[in-house]
């Protein structure tokens, strides 16, 4: 065959056009700043892996997964749930997913925040590049929002990153949805950032930030290139996205308010005095240079930016001449200087409005959680400054490369160095030895119910009452049938999640009866009253009912003054254990079962405890 019959002629060259040759140019230019972008994310992602596998459940945490594990994924007493001021239903579903898969198991929880983190960096990587474009210097707001510990709080607890990742994806990828809006006129852009706010006001209402900050920034990055009318142009090319944020927020106020109590105001305006300075200069200000190096802790309170004093004193100077040495460098920059400070104010009076009163110490505003997003908003500032023109040259110049790079790797140092202190303070507690232990007592559960009691308090708190009860904290882990009003043996679960015998003590007894040979009887629907030794005040109390019965049945309880609880008896002589809440001096037992005859003797009505 001839050879020439399989040639291949070879394509004709056709000349790249000026425009072509400028776009492969710019590709070729990111390429490098896009892969160092990249491996700075997997950085953060690996030191991210390992703050969140230092910790474990915590707090709000066990009320997450509690209600996940008893309502269905479609129940409104799951997603519609007022959780201490906060509608956020796809937490809730999220806890609810992660609880299906692996019940009380710390993996799950970790897997969702590094995909909730890698998603919220590829969303600022995506913003700067859109503000600032792909140049070297980009690095710089990446690197302070990868690493800065502002973020760290939050990511670091379960529950606050379902608030706060979701919230920091949504500012960044919204902020670039409205740039490419006004760029380009594609009404896609508009459908994402309404669908990304959407979802996000469903993690945390604080959301409703979100189409706010991406006007401010789309308007200020106008501003900054010295276009006309930036909120003019701005709110006319980004109606689309601007109007659908608008409907969303109207229909999702109207399900806050339903279902939400709203937050109530201080009752002493001086409190605002007391929270916002600590928030400021030992929180924030710090942590904008790698700080606060040193974290505070009393358990069960999370860790608290506690910097030194020194610090505290260098970081407003430092703050100031970092704002006046790039408003030399830039022009019309003020802008967005001005906007950022503002935005850290309102994020400050917002937190100290909502959670601030007599009983609120000025630590929880040095906690940081609350305001992982200015993050974002910072980083898209920096972005904005380097996408500012430079001032003609008058004189020396801010520092090049080398003092860039430099200034550069000593944030990253003292921001790891903030990291692993904080993780330090973070690990310390009892709550996963206690979770092990008492796992492991009820895989071996031989099916005697245990009575209701309140998890230890540095495991949740009672203020979180009923949601402290173990039927609601362990119910990811515990067989239907665990927890009961009553039981024929009592056992308890110690502070270390141990399972033991308990015996209630006699802080009132149960009088004789005037029946010979049967004490108090019990026949019949009516109900006996069987008088105690002395009053008891309004309580949680455990009744020790030692009876003889005719034949299996139920009988109800109560205090004199309480709700009636059921609870089985069986043939013979036997004790049966109830826990009542009430107050009275008698108690008031009635049979549900027909033809239940039922005598009751003297017992102890008191405390439920265990040998320490």
Known sequence: M???????????????????????????????????????????????????????????DFILVGRAARFGLWSTDLLLYDHDGHFMPLAFATAWAVNAVAPLVWAGPVVVLLLLQLAASVAV???????????????????????????????AWWAAALNALPLQFALAWVIGDAVLLVRTGRRRYALSGIAVSAVALLFFEKSAVVPFVAFAVTALARHVDGGAAPIRVVARRGAALWAGSGVVLACWSIAYLVVVDGPG????????????????????????????????????????????????????????????????????????????????LIAQLAVALARGGPNTAGELMQSLRYFADTAVVLAAAGALVLRARPRPSRGPTVAGRPATATVTVVFVVSSLWSTCTFVRSWRAGPTESYITTVKSGLNAWDGAPLLEQEVPWNVLNPLAYPQNLTKNVLAPVAAPGTFADSTPHLRMITDSGAIVDAAVWWNRIILPGPEPGCGHRIHGSAPARLPLDGPMLENKWTAQLNYLAGRDGRIAVALEHGEAVTAPVRKGPNTVFVRLIGSGSALRIAATTPDLNLCVGVGPVGVASYDN
Do not use: H, K
Request: glycine letters at 6%.
């Open 125 to 155: 990587v995506r913003m700067l590049l859109l503000l600032a474009g792909p140049r070297w210097p980009l690095l710089f707001p990446l690197v302070f929002y990868l690493f800065c510990p502002l973020t760290i709080p939050a990511f």
């Open 265 to 344: 105001l201080p009752d002493r305006w001086d409190e605002l005095r007391d929270l916002l300075p600590g928030a400021a200069s030992l929180g924030i200000a710090p942590a904008l240079f790698g700080g606060p190096w040193v974290w505070e802790r009393w358990l069960p309170s999370t860790p608290w930016a506690d910097p030194p004093g020194w610090a505290v004193v260098a970081a407003w100077p430092a703050l100031i001449a970092v704002v006046l040495a790039t408003m030399r460098a830039r022009q019309r920059i003020a802008a967005v200087w001005l906007t950022a400070a503002a935005y850290v």
């Open 2 to 60: 001839d050879t020439a019959v399989l040639a291949v002629p070879e394509p004709a060259r056709v000349p790249r056009s000026a425009a072509t040759r400028g776009r492969l140019r710019r590709i070729s230019n990111a390429q490098p700043v896009v892969v160092a972008a990249g491996c700075l994310l997997v950085l953060q992602l690996a030191i991210r892996w390992w703050v969140a596998d230092s910790g474990y459940f915590y707090w709000d």
